[in-house]
Structure formats: C-alpha cells, structure tokens
C-alpha cells in the first residue's frame, strides 16, 4: 500500500511481488502513471460481468472500469467472441473493411453533431485532431479551456489542469498552468484558460482575445474533476456565445459519450457542438477514439487541408469491439444506459444516505453512470475552484477500506458503472459504504 498506512485483512502478497518485479523494468512499475496513485497498484487476473480478480485471487466489485470504457463491463460475451472471431481473421489490415462504415452509422444515428465521423485510437489523439480541425475551419489559433477539464497529454492542452490554490490566478483571469516538466513551454501562448460555469468568465475571456479564439473546449459534465454537473442553460448560453465571436464549439465527449446516453451529452442537454471528441466506451474495452463533427469542418481532411493519419486507425479488432458496443449502447435504445445511470443513482442516494445518518460531510455529484464523492463541507459544487477544498486524505482512507471490503474503485473518488452491475451489487456496496462511515474516523468532528 503506496499512501495509507493501515493493518489489512488482505494481503495482496502476489500483486506487492509483481510490482516490486515490475519496477526494475517498466517505469514506476505501471504503464501510467495515473496508477500509481491508487492505494494499492493489483495486478488484475481477469473480469467477468462487475466483478474483477486480482492475482491473490480477491474478487471485487469493479467501479473504476478500466478507467471508464467497460461500459458492457468485464468479457461480455459477444464483444469477447467478435474480437475473437476478428482475431482469427488478421489482426489488422491497413485498409477498409465492413465494421469501420457500420460503427461510423451508429455513430452517425446516435450523436447530433456526427455528420462525418473520423477514427484515432485515444482520445490524447482524437483531442488534437479536434483541435487542428478547429483552428483549420477557424483560421484562428487560441484555444479556450477550462480549469480542471482533462483532453489528454499533449503539450497544447496539458494546462491548467488541477492548479493548485496558489496557481490559480484571478477568477475572472485564470493564470494558465503547464502540468509537467517537459511541456513546450509557449503552449500556454496559445490557450485561454477560464473557469467554467461562469458565464461571466467567459464572456470576460472573450471580450480580451477578441477575434482570436478558434474554438472552446470543454468536458461538457466535468469528470475529470469530480463530475460536476453544468449549470442549468450554461451550455446553451456557451453555444450562443461562441457562435457570436465566430468561434467552435468542441465537446470532450471522451468520458459522457456513449455514458450519460447513447448520444453523448449534447443529446442529454440537447445542445450540439460543432465537433466532439469520443472514447472509452467506445469500444467497451478496445483501444478506440473518434472524432465527430459537421460534413464542411471533417472533409478539411479528405481535401487535404487538414493533415492526420494512424497506422492502428479504424483496426479491426477495436472496430469489432465497438460494432458490439454501440449495437448494445446506441442500436437498442435508449434503455441499457437509462438503466446502468439509475443504479447508479441509487448509489449516489445510498452515499448521501449514509453520509447524512453518520454525519459525514459528503456532496455526491454526477449523473450515475459516472459519478464522484468528496469529502467537504461544501454542499455545492460548481466549478473546479470549489474541489480544492477537498479532504483528500478522508478520500484515500474512505477508499482503502473500500478495497478491503472488496470495492474496487479509482483514486479520484470517482465511480463507473456499467451494464453488468446488478441491484444486488448495489445493495452489497451501500451496506459497504455504510459500515465505513459508521467509523469514528469518518465522522464530523464535534465541537
Ligand atoms: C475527457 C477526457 N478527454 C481526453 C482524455 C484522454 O484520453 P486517453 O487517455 O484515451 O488519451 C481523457 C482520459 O481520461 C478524458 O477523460
């Protein structure tokens, strides 16, 4: 265990070896650094339904879901058989073949802004084609983003994204932050850092880069920093602004599309962007992005204006798994997710529940397939600014006996849920969660 020390009834002997072996070859031991951060990096045996295994042989119910993509959840099995029946047939090709054009229809049927549809393999990638396209059909260069919002970790866009409080700069002029060392460091020359949810923050980025912005981008809900939801009409109000100084709409559907229904946010809000960014649950498991947008802006790249390729784009064993997935998530109606966002919900009340009956200090927001706790005294949460005040070592306490009890979740507080959770995994998570709360050490303080 990495951040909390605690006796524990599991041992995880196997997965502390494999790391510890790990670690003389692979960097830090895990393949992303965003691992290492949980409390305790298991090595996974293998998944059925919401259940994962790790190499102890512990079985948990899986809320971190590969980080989002299992959104059918762990070897369903016709995803399995058609990657299997792909993989009998070469792995990959170079050229055209059949599911590239009927995923690009689900797609095209499902989410509004989809008029042409391109394929990347990770929304890192999908973020930068969005982007090039942009400032292509703009003719302009700065990039307007948002504090807390993640579009993966490319130079251009890898600012501002968990600012510290000292960082953060004036609310009506955020001080754009680079994340790493490394990073070209003009990047920051070219984006517009604001504070979301604030249309006078955005009205004031704006009115000082007039005429200069090529897009805004944002994560329509905010996953990436605790799930905080838009303010009722903000996104509308967001499309009628950008479309006023001429510039595109571009939504980070990498984490809601295919989640909060099959159409992505801009179905939910009924809001349509100019081109959207798509991920994870794409493929239910398979390494696949796309990017989204009107016919005039993506044929920029079948006349040659815009420039992009990819040896692994459109391969067949991740087009067979999203052929699966979107015949699952988007062909069949509206039901499947309808359903996975209500459990979902009924896990969001039974936190709040709890949290209210042990007088923990808890908001829960989120829309159910993908939601977060945080540990604070603040009730609501509208911007990234309003998460610093987190208690974030309450957090990795609350999810370290979480782990013990057999929950296996992400280290950001944030929950998935997929298709193959059941009421009964519900209902054996919210009598976890009660049982912790109910711990002294959860409890508010009396003074
Ligand atoms: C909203 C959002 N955009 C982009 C990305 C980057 O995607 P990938 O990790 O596939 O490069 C992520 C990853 O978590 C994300 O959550």
């Not at 517009?192 to 004031?204: D, F, I, Y």
């Amino acid at each position: 265990m990495e951040t909390v020390t605690e006796s524990s009834s599991k041992s995880w002997t196997r997965s502390r070896e494999m790391l510890e072996r790990a670690r003389r070859s692979l960097v830090g031991g895990v393949s992303s650094p965003f691992r290492a951060k949980v409390p305790v990096p298991l090595y996974i045996e293998g998944g059925h339904g919401s259940r994962i295994v790790d190499a102890d042989g512990n079985s948990y119910i899986d809320y971190a879901l590969a980080w989002g993509p299992l959104i059918l959840g762990h070897s369903h099995p016709a995803l399995s058989s058609a990657v299997a029946a792909r993989a009998r047939g070469s792995h990959t090709f170079g050229a055209q073949h059949e599911d590239e054009f009927i995923v690009a229809e689900y797609i095209q049927n499902a989410v509004p802004c989809a008029e042409r549809v391109a394929f990347t393999s990770s929304g890192t990638e999908a973020i930068q084609l969005a982007l090039r396209l942009a400032r292509a059909a703009s003719g302009k260069n700065r990039i307007m983003k948002f504090e807390g919002h993640y579009h993966g970790w490319a130079d251009s866009v890898l600012i501002s994204y968990h600012p510290t409080a000292a960082q953060v700069g004036p609310h009506d002029a955020p001080t754009p932050v680079l994340t790493s060392r490394g990073q070209v460091p003009n990047s920051i020359d070219n984006v517009v850092v604001s504070v979301w949810n604030s249309l006078s923050a955005l009205e004031t980025a704006f009115q000082r880069y007039s005429g200069e912005i090529a897009a805004v981008i944002m994560e329509p809900v905010l996953c990436n920093s605790g799930c905080l939801l838009p303010l009722p009409g903000y996104l509308e109000k967001v499309r009628e602004i950008t479309k006023a100084h001429g510039a595109l709409l571009i939504f980070d559907e990498v984490i809601t599309g295919f989640r909060l229904s099959p159409g992505g946010a801009q179905q939910f809000y009924g809001v349509k962007p100019d081109i959207a960014t798509l991920g994870k649950a794409i493929a239910g498991g398979a390494a696949l992005s796309a990017v989204a947008g009107s016919k005039e802006i993506m044929e920029m790249i079948m006349t040659g204006q815009v420039s992009f390729g990819g040896t692994f784009n459109g391969n067949p064993l991740a087009m067979a798994a999203a052929r699966v997935t979107l015949n699952e998530i988007t062909v069949k109606g509206s039901e499947p997710l309808a359903r996975v966002n209500r459990l979902g919900q009924q896990l969001m009340n039974a936190f709040r529940e709890s949290a209210r009956k042990h007088s923990v200090p808890l908001t829960v927001c989120g829309f159910g397939a993908a939601f977060a706790i945080h540990f604070t005294e603040h009730e609501e949460l509208l911007e990234y600014r309003d998460t610093l005040a987190d208690d974030r070592d309450q957090l990795q306490r609350f999810l370290y006996h979480m782990l013990e009890s057999g929950i296996y979740t992400l280290p950001d507080g944030r929950f998935y849920l997929s298709t193959a959770h059941t009421e009964d995994d519900i209902a054996e998570t919210s009598a976890v969660i009660d049982r912790i709360f109910g711990r002294q050490d959860f409890r508010k303080p009396h003074v």
